[in-house]
Structures are given as C-alpha cells and as structure tokens.
C-alpha cells in the first residue's frame, strides 16, 4: 500500500509544482500591473492633484481633459506619428525581408545588422539620433566642415518638422524588428505553392502580390499590433530626442500625461489621460487576441 500511496503523492507534486513556482510571479504581476491599472482608472475619478485624494469627481477630469489645447496637440501628434511611423516600418520591414529571403550571400551578417537597433534602447537610440540631428554638433556641421557651407538640416530646432526627426529615430530601431517578422513568415510559406505558381506563368509581382503578400497577413497584424502600442506608449524616444518640444512640436499623450501628472501636480488629469492611452490599446489587442483565438478554435 505505500508504494501507491507514495505514486500518488509524487504525481500531485510533479502538477502542483509548475503552479507553486509560477505563483509567486503570477501575484506580483497581478498586484504590480493590474493593480495599478485599477488604482489609476480611480484616480481618474478624482480630485488628485499633487497626491493622491479620494472625493469622487466624477467626469470632470475627462472633461478638463478633452479641453486643453495641449492635449488636442498631443491627439494630433500621435495621429501623424503612429501613422508614418506603422507605414514606414512595415514598408521597410516587408522590403528587407524580402531581400533577405533571397538567399543572398552575407546575410548571416547583415540580419544582426538590421536587428541590432532593437537592442538599444529608446534612449540611447534618442540620446544618439538628438547628437546627429542637432545643427551644433551633428549632421549640418560635418557638412559645413568638409566644404557644403549652403547644407541645412534644422528639423529637431523646427517645431513644423521635429516630429519627423521622431518618426525617423523610431523607424530606425524598429524596422529591423518588424523585418524578422516578415522573414518568418516568408520562410513558412510553402516552396511548392511559389513553384506552381511559377509553372503556370505567374511573374514575381503577381507572385508576392496574390500568393505571398496574402499569406503573411498573420505578420501584418502582427507588425500592425507591436508598432501600435510602441507608438502609443511612446515617452523615452521623445524624451531624450525633443524632450517634447520645440513648445509642443513633439508632445504626445505618454509625455502629457508625465507633464500633468508630475510636473503639473495635476494627478487626476494626468490618470484620466493614462486611461485614455489604456483604451486606445485595448481597442487594438482585443480584436486581434479574439481572432486568434477564434482562429485556433
């Protein structure tokens, strides 16, 4: 009877194991992500300014929100960015990858190449890109010293053009990522389907354009999903570029809402902000979880 009895007792720890180990993460997770979501979603609803305060506002703080001029800007600055910045990325990220699954020499070397800016961070990619656009030391200076005294390259100092400088910095870091997911995806796709496609006379352009293209839509919502919430959360790139300017050339809602919240001691405007940007996001990751999902079922 002990033998059994000693099976069992090992079969239940061999499946409670993976529970007591993931446990402590799970907690922190919950408390530490969720929590706070929760906890900001109800500083939204009230009159918290410097500190935290508990008397319920109501919509009040969503409605001071809607009517700053700053945060029409910051809504404005995003929409323009997250739009190149999405295009340009995945435009570039499907090009190299399709120049990569040529199977060219050297592209051992030149996939770390493409990728090694996404292992910056959004800093140092900023703090770098900030040196090498600014007119004083960067890229205008080197022109002028080596004889093009009539080059000019002012964007980062030029509140109509400074969000470009963003747009460009990000899709420097990014696309390199975005093209390892394409590449994936065009590594999966059957040899034979391309083949036969071949064998009755398809060019390469209608060849990617109705065989390729279609089958990599998985990574075009894929690209479409990662690049959305990077853009939308984006602070630190800003930050160490433009630092939000010049004036508010280059504020967008992550940089709002740290302004008003920190900066202002406006806690409840900056919160309600914060819950705006949360459900932008879920308005882009629910869909795409329920059709993977329902995919899979």
């Known amino acids: 009877m002990a033998a059994p009895a000693t099976a069992d007792l090992r079969m239940r720890l061999q499946d409670w194991l993976p529970k007591i180990v993931l446990a402590p993460s799970f907690a922190v997770t919950i408390?530490?992500?969720y929590g706070f979501i929760g906890f900001t979603v109800i500083l939204s609803f009230t009159g918290s300014k410097m500190l935290p305060r508990y008397d319920w506002v109501g919509l009040a703080n969503y409605q001071t929100l809607f009517g700053l001029p700053a945060w029409h800007v910051a809504l404005t600055n995003i929409a323009v960015f997250a739009t190149?910045?999405?295009?340009?990325c995945t435009v570039i990220g499907l090009m190299l990858a399709i120049f990569l699954d040529q199977k060219i020499r050297g592209e051992g070397m030149l996939r770390p190449?493409?990728?090694?800016p996404m292992a910056l961070s959004f800093i140092v990619t900023g703090t770098a890109w900030k040196w090498f656009?600014?007119?004083g030391i960067g890229l205008q200076e080197v022109m002028h010293q080596w004889g093009w005294e009539s080059f000019t390259f002012t964007w980062i100092k030029?509140?109509?053009?400074?969000?470009y400088t963003i747009v460009i910095a990000a899709v420097w870091q990014t696309s390199g990522f975005v093209m390892a997911m394409f590449l994936a995806g065009l590594r999966g796709i059957d040899n034979e389907i391309l083949k036969a496609a071949q064998i009755d006379g398809a060019s390469n352009w209608q060849l990617y354009r109705r065989i390729v293209i279609p089958l990599l839509r998985p990574a075009f919502l894929s690209a479409f999903v990662i690049l959305s919430h990077l853009a939308i959360k984006s602070y630190d790139l800003v930050i160490a570029l433009t630092g939000g300017g010049p004036g508010r050339a280059t504020e967008l809602p992550a940089t709002f809402m740290y302004s008003y919240t920190f900066t202002r001691n406006q806690m409840g405007v900056g919160a309600s902000s914060a819950v705006i940007m949360l459900m932008t996001i879920a308005a882009i990751m629910v869909p795409y979880l329920y059709a993977e999902l329902k995919e899979k079922k």
Do not use: Q, R, T
């Open 31 to 33: 408390l530490f992500v």
């Open 84 to 88: 190149l910045y999405i295009v340009i």
């Open 113 to 116: 190449i493409y990728l090694y």
């Open 133 to 135: 656009l600014d007119p």
């Open 158 to 163: 030029d509140g109509k053009m400074a969000l």
